[in-house]
């Protein structure tokens, strides 16, 4: 009975969150699913029963192989395992195949993986110290911090119903970043070296140095892992670069914090480079030697399809979009536009792909390039001049994603994830991070909704939204509640307004006559409505971050 | 209240659940030409609707009784009527006279989940909420954990959720569980309304019945009978007598419409019991076919005494000391001996007895946990004709895992958090070396639990030997039913022995 509690651990309020989420997502397994399902169920078959020359030219499905070698790789293992399940659902011919032990059986797969998602966060809770205020269990930085990770909205409907693998690629990401923060990670790797009879297996130095050294070099090559399983990563790939090659290979700093040059340590750039190019050269290697680059590249990175996906995600483009039209309109209804010259596309967007711009001027992928590049500079360049430890380099990482979401060329709405997860990390240490994080969490995470739009899946994804809005905001309330309130009028007043945009899109419109004319506005006033929030926490998070490095050089100074 | 915040995302908690449950299978889905409760409930809201209200209960070439006659009482008729309205509204189809029989969509299916979660969430969950907010002597913490624990009890869920009951065991249980709050709380006028309703709406109630009698009884006892005790006592009558009336008022017109809806409410031909259900008589089945030997007014007569015999010391002992903590444990008592011992009783109704075992997770975690483990775990048959299996594993894991984490109930196993300290004391003046009482529970425990995890496994994956192709599901009722009893027994000594302790503790409340 004893071994019993230990293994269930009375107070071990992690592992009974961490079970919690994981039996919810077991009960959404009969959930509706996406396409993507099929997507992956696809995967699988051309991973199984084609050799590797084909798997980047199977077109046999229209939802061909677009992700890194290393995604592929890991859908051949585990196809190994699903045969076990259902042989018939590893044929490519199969399409659309979706038997109940190949729903189970992928569904499974996912809610497995996850395990690593929930070790990156727990190595992630080991390494916050945010701040402490009451002795309540519910009250500290930790508890908060894993709640609002583990049991995020956004991953649980993204993964577990919509059905994707963001989970353990999440959890790569967030290891990457919780080994960049421990590099003060001698304990835990003397543990390691030290057998368990407490005899030091390597000389006493090297641990040392191994130990000092170690985590960054883990860091880039988790990484590195993770930009050959899925690619969109590439967003927060500056923020990486820069940190490593500013706080890494070079090992000290002037008093003033800037940098010395005669501190660059050509040994650490080069084992640096040694590892992405190890890890790229076992990913990309194979095609090389097949010839296939090319291919493998053209899949990866197809600039065809629109500006704005099918439903705009809320970003920089839905409001130019939005604005393109409100004037298109104006100027029909003022006569400064003929009618005959606009295209015909434009009256029902949102529900074609290509969006032509009838007043404003059509965006090329180039011009988002730019833009993006734009946006994302100034934060590099914060990273560079004031490097304000891991810290600072979550803050960068954060505005490059989101930078990135703002401007990139057909961003998916998923993509918010990718900037709500590590600022997760840095909610729970400031008040002024808690605020832009509930703003861009709360808009970032409604704005998902259009994700599931079928009946029986209405009530989860509004009771789970309200679950973790209600639990980040009250939580982060009350851990900051000595400081002033974390919202002004206006931002209460724009997140309260997403209830009744949520009634009328939902409830209201579909009984309304509109909804055969216009099918289109639910969507179209959810993107720009969540796209003013997010646009709002972009540009908080990056004045915030700019005045904190001035602040910062004047102190110095 | 400061954490506020943490009660309304435990109560979203256990929405989300009831809600995911309700994606799976209901009772009798695509199975002509009978279908199931499913088919009951909706059967009923085309009868309500359409039939005048003198012929719900009589059997007419438009209400053919042996398809899913209407019988429960009827606030239970009145609820399917105004379900049916909004039916109506949505959809007319579902509800056409004889044209709907069997009707089945997935539009239906969600209409009919809502239902159920909107009577929840109108009865029951408030109800949960306001009791943990009630309790006394623990924290607000712990109250929170407590209405966590309630509303993830994955019997209630996967009965009504999952299975789904022709009659929705959320408002019963709800309005039983407003009484006990009434009742516990002084509001006694109000809490026998909620009661009177609680048993309109479902007859099997009255398994609550007795003990709420007692306490009321023993509580005007206690302000003397000749003076505030005896207005009371009136007070309380004319309450009873005028929700029954209000409830009956369309069937009080005639003779025959009363004696017709009690026929259907109690039908006494239909045998001692019916299916596999853990009781004595089910369980006893297997060495003795008492329902073959005996003449039917025998085994009606025998139930009764047992029944009886059973509960007569806790009530009694209720009506001399009536306390609200006696009257939560003689509740679970009651309930249970009727569940063991009466006459024509369900599987589900055991979660008649989950309900007051719930409302003393807080005093005694370990035994409650247990007790509503094995509840569940005797519906295994029922849920896996449901195909409800994958719900039921993980609504009872995350159920254990909240009890285990919110009452660390692994560490509250000695003799006093069990409540047997004095029970102990008084047998070890005969015994003195009767010290191992906790011990044995523990052990009694483990066995259960891997009793239980084996039984179900076998179950799932085993195919049951072709001479007895129900040897499964009889030996789950057969193991419940062992559970049961000891149940019976721990519960009535609990509250045999509470006097002494009991008056202390009260003193400090």
Known sequence: MAAFTIATGTGNWFSALALGVTLLKCLLIPTYHSTDFEVHRNWLAITHSLPISQWYYEATSEWTLDYPPFFAWFEYILSHVAKYFDQEMLNVHNLNYSSSRTLLFQRFSVIFMDVLFVYAVRECCKCIDGKKVGKELTEKPKFILSVLLLWNFGLLIVDHIHFQYNGFLFGLMLLSIARLFQRQGLPILSRLVLNSWGQAILPRRLTKVLGLQKRHMEGAFLFAVLLHFKHIYLYVAPAYGVYLLRSYCFTANKPDGSIRWKSFSFVRVISLGLVVFLVSALSLGPFLALNQLPQVFSRLFPFKRGLCHAYWAPNFWALYNALDKVLSVIGLKLKFLDPNNIPKASMTSGLVQQFQHTVLPSVTPLATLICTLIAILPSIFCLWFKPQGPRGFLRCLTLCALSSFMFGWHVHEKAILLAILPMSLLSVGKAGDASIFLILTTTGHYSLFPLLFTAPELPIKILLMLLFTIYSISSLKTLFRKEKPLFNWMETFYLLGLGPLEVCCEFVFPFTSWKVKYPFIPLLLTSVYCAVGITYAWFKLYVSVLIDSAIGKTKKQ | ?509
């Open chain 2, 1 to 509: 209240m400061e954490k506020w915040y943490l009660m309304t995302v435990v109560v979203l908690i256990g929405l989300t659940v009831r809600w995911t449950v309700s994606l799976n299978s209901y009772s009798g889905a695509g199975k002509p030409p009978m279908f199931g409760d499913y088919e009951a409930q909706r059967h009923w809201q085309e009868i309500t609707f359409n039939l005048p209200v003198k012929q719900w209960y009589f059997n007419s070439s438009d209400n053919n009784l042996p398809y899913w006659g209407l019988d429960y009482p009827p606030l239970t008729a009145y609820h399917s009527l105004l379900c049916a309205y909004v039916a109506k509204f949505i959809n007319p189809d579902w509800i056409a006279l004889h044209t709907s029989r069997g009707y089945e969509s997935q539009a239906h299916k969600l209409f009919m989940r809502t239902t159920v979660l909107i009577a929840d969430l109108l009865i029951y969950i408030p109800a949960v909420v306001l009791y943990c907010c009630c309790l006394k002597e623990i924290s607000t913490k712990k109250k929170i954990a407590n209405a966590l624990c309630i509303l993830l009890y994955p019997g209630l869920i996967l009965i009504d959720y999952g299975h789904f009951q022709n009659i929705y065991n959320s408002v019963s249980l709800g309005f039983a569980l407003w009484g006990v709050l009434g009742v516990s709380c002084d509001c006694d006028l109000l809490g026998s309304l909620a009661f009177c309703l609680a048993i309109n709406y479902k007859q099997m109630e009255l398994y609550h019945a007795l003990p709420f009698f007692c306490f009321l009884l023993g509580k005007c006892f206690k302000k003397g009978l000749k003076g505030k005790g005896f207005v009371l006592l009136v007070k309380l009558a004319c309450i009873v007598v005028a929700s029954f009336v209000l409830c009956w008022l369309p069937f009080f017109t005639e003779r025959e419409q009363t004696l017709q809806v009690l026929r259907r409410l109690f039908p006494v031909d239909r045998g001692l019991f019916e299916d596999k259900v853990a009781n004595i008589w089910c369980s006893f089945n297997v060495f003795l076919k008492i329902k073959d030997i005996l003449p039917h007014h025998i085994q009606l007569i025998m139930s009764f005494c047992f029944t009886f015999l059973s509960l007569l010391p806790a009530c009694i002992k209720l009506i001399l000391q009536p306390s609200s903590k006696g009257f939560k444990f003689t509740l679970v008592s009651c309930a249970l001996s009727f569940f063991l011992f009466s006459f024509q009783v369900h599987e589900k109704s055991i979660l008649l007895v989950s309900l007051p075992v719930c409302l003393v997770l807080s005093e005694i975690p370990f035994m409650s946990t247990w007790f509503l483990l094995v509840s569940t775990f005797s519906m295994l048959p029922l849920l896996l004709k449901d195909e409800l299996l994958m719900p039921s594993v993980v609504t009872t894991m995350a159920f254990f895992i909240a009890c285990v984490t919110s009452f660390s109930i692994f560490e509250k196993t000695s003799e006093e958090e069990l409540q047997l300290k004095s029970f102990s004391i008084s047998v070890r003046k005969y015994l003195p070396c009767f010290t191992f009482l906790s011990r044995i529970i523990q052990y009694l425990f483990l066995i259960s639990v891997i009793t239980m995890v084996l039984l179900t496994l076998m179950t799932v994956t085993l195919d049951p030997p072709q001479k007895l192709p129900d040897l499964f599901s009889v030996l789950v009722c057969f193991v419940s039913c062992l559970n049961f009893l000891f149940f019976l027994v721990y519960f009535n000594i609990i509250i045999m022995w509470d006097s002494k302790s009991g008056r202390n503790q009260k003193k400090i409340s």
